[in-house]
């Protein structure tokens, strides 16, 4: 009965989010801002059945402005703290959720809140053993923000955010912990061979990598499917970098280093030149 009543309590609760929900999902963002200024203290209330709350949905559209203005409501330091490190049921904190849009100032603002926040509560926390860093936070599939980021392909928000761990720090978030599954292989996974390209030029170990199954990175490019090696051709820098990639691997597993260097050099310039014809 006590389940039934919490059930309910729980219906109730979203039904009258449905407007700031509704508003995320047609991007009606000033209305959502006009809702939250008048209602401040429901900014971390969830709005899906996932329990996101507004900040996670901000996040993952991308929108910074709209995330500076709802932070800004959130004055108390215990609560803003609460705010930058509360999951959704996918165990993704707002950083988390920055990832599929790839928006660095939006990273970088959750970054440096989270350090501000952590030394003014220093005194507070000092015996709390929950005072992890957003940096550091895993998700229900063990991922912190900076593999998440890895697996969206966002190459410069994977820089910062290893800059911010630290090369000394970085192992841990170098796989995911519920599989084992590195960061490499998880780019290589979802295509994203600028990335890949970087982490394997920053870690070169990680060819060594096993998934699950036992495949390495280079096992698992060569069984992409053709329909995916098709899709590569329609790119000519893509199917470059896939090269180029594929090239690195291999020279790195059979300790080639000089030729290891060429490949390296050559990718660089196959993925600046990328860049800047995007931009063009």
Not at 61 to 68: C, E, K, S, T
Not at 88 to 98: A, D, F
Not at 109 to 127: F, G, H, I, P, Q
Request: charged share 25%; aromatic share 8%; hydrophobic share 40%.
């Amino acid at each position: 009965m006590e389940e039934s009543h919490e059930v309910e309590r729980e219906r109730r609760a979203l039904d009258q989010m449905k407007g700031p929900y509704r508003w995320a999902m047609y991007e009606d963002w000033e209305r959502l801002r006009r809702y939250y200024k008048d209602n401040p203290t429901k900014v971390l209330d969830p709005l899906t059945t996932y329990n996101d709350n507004a900040l996670h949905l901000v996040a993952f559209a991308g929108r910074m402005d709209v995330l500076q203005f709802l932070i800004a409501l959130i004055r108390e330091p215990q609560m803003l703290r609460r705010a930058l490190t509360m999951k959704n049921s996918h165990g993704n904190t707002t950083l988390h959720e920055v990832a599929p849009s790839g928006n660095l100032e939006a990273a970088v603002l959750l970054v440096d809140l989270d350090n501000n926040v952590r030394d003014e509560l220093a005194d507070v926390m000092k015996d709390d053993v929950s005072n992890e860093g957003v940096l550091d936070i895993r998700n229900q599939l063990g991922e912190t923000p900076v593999y998440r980021a890895a697996s969206f392909g966002h190459t410069k928000l994977v820089q910062y955010l290893v800059k911010k761990v630290g090369h000394i720090n970085i192992m841990p978030h170098l796989q995911r912990s519920s599989d084992q599954t590195s960061i490499l292989h998880s780019a290589v996974i979802g295509q994203n061979f600028e990335t890949a390209l970087w982490l394997l030029k920053e870690y070169p170990d990680l060819a060594d990598k096993k998934e699950s199954n036992g495949l390495t990175s280079l096992q698992l490019l060569a069984q992409m499917p053709s329909v995916f090696q098709a899709k590569f051709r329609k790119s000519i820098w893509k199917m470059l970098i896939y090269k180029c990639l594929l090239m690195m691997i291999i020279l790195i597993g059979s300790h080639q280093m000089t030729w290891r260097a060429g490949s390296i050099t050559l990718a660089n310039l196959v993925v600046q030149r990328r860049l800047r014809d995007s931009k063009a």
